[in-house]
């Protein structure tokens, strides 16, 4: 017969089998204060990881990545708070890819002890990009005249107001060599051995989980109910952890309260979004998706 107290008993007193917490991490990764373009950043992924390490009982935390990618630095904080915590909490982790996890999203993939993914994920792309637009002709046609004044000659570097300089693209590149040695690094310490040797590998492509196994990109393909029952038996439980709620059971909406009256907040917000929503559709399309 059933104990009927057993519900009320804490998690670790529980013989119900192995409960596997489960973090989502999905989307841009991008720090933006805006509350109408909340991309993956440290600050939305902190509190799900903290309370999916914080389940002692766990042996394992498993993470889903679908991410193409975005800030270098949000990308990395994303990587070691994961990394930080199972060496603080001495928990296996497991990476599982959904459509893509390319670039930063790569990047945070390999904060697992093992990446597993479907053989038609996107992998890798393991380089630093930047994107903008010029203006200068477009301006110029309008008839509009373009002021800037600065303190220091290096202010107004790539602004897209004015024409382009060989020097401050010069000055760019070298940034973007210095991210991507980081990135290279970062790969390298965590893959290890298990990469193997391809002229191409940190060049910016990406490829399948097919592929991406061969390469040493990824341990296994799969998925993470399949993978979890023949680790953990028939009988383990997958926890998806979620953001908490308010005291009366909703969510915060983040509408800003500031000075700017509530109108000109949210039509500010609408047009942030629209733009964010262009911009991300941009990068999801280079692969495929």
């Known amino acids: 017969m059933a104990n009927p107290l057993k519900k009320f008993l804490p998690k670790r007193f529980r013989r119900e089998g192995v409960t596997i917490p489960v973090v989502k991490l999905s989307g841009m990764i991008a720090a933006s204060s805006s509350p109408f373009r909340q991309g993956l950043s440290i600050a939305t992924a902190a509190p799900l990881l903290e309370k999916a390490f914080g389940d002692k009982a766990a042996p394992a935390v498993a993470i889903v990545v679908n991410s193409p990618g975005g800030s270098p630095v949000q990308s990395r904080l994303i990587f070691k708070r994961i990394r930080d915590l199972a060496d603080e909490k001495q928990k296996t982790v497991l990476v599982f890819v959904e459509d893509v996890a390319a670039s930063g999203g790569y990047m945070i993939a390999c904060a697992g002890d093992e990446i597993i993914a479907d053989p038609s994920s996107i992998v890798g792309s393991i380089g630093v990009v930047s994107g903008s637009f010029g203006f200068v002709e477009a301006i110029a046609k309008l008839g509009i005249e373009r002021r800037v004044h600065t303190a220091g000659q290096n202010k107004a570097t790539l602004d897209p107001f004015q024409p382009e300089k060989p020097e401050d693209v010069a000055h760019l590149k070298s940034l973007q060599l210095e991210i991507h040695d980081t990135f290279i690094d970062l790969v390298k310490s965590r893959r290890g051995a298990r990469l193997v040797e391809d002229d191409q590998m940190f060049s910016g492509l990406f490829w399948s989980g097919k592929r991406g196994l061969d390469l ?8 993470i109910r399949e993978t979890l029952r023949l680790r953990y038996g ?28 509530g109108l000109a907040a949210i039509g500010e917000g609408v047009a942030d979004r629209i733009f964010a929503q262009i911009e991300e559709r941009a990068v999801w399309a280079r692969f495929g998706l």
């Open 216 to 223: 040493g990109l990824v341990d296994a393909l799969g998925d």
């Open 234 to 261: 028939e009988t383990v439980k997958l926890e998806l952890i979620s953001q908490g709620r308010s005291l009366f059971g909703r969510k915060p909406k983040g509408i800003s309260t500031g000075s700017e009256s």
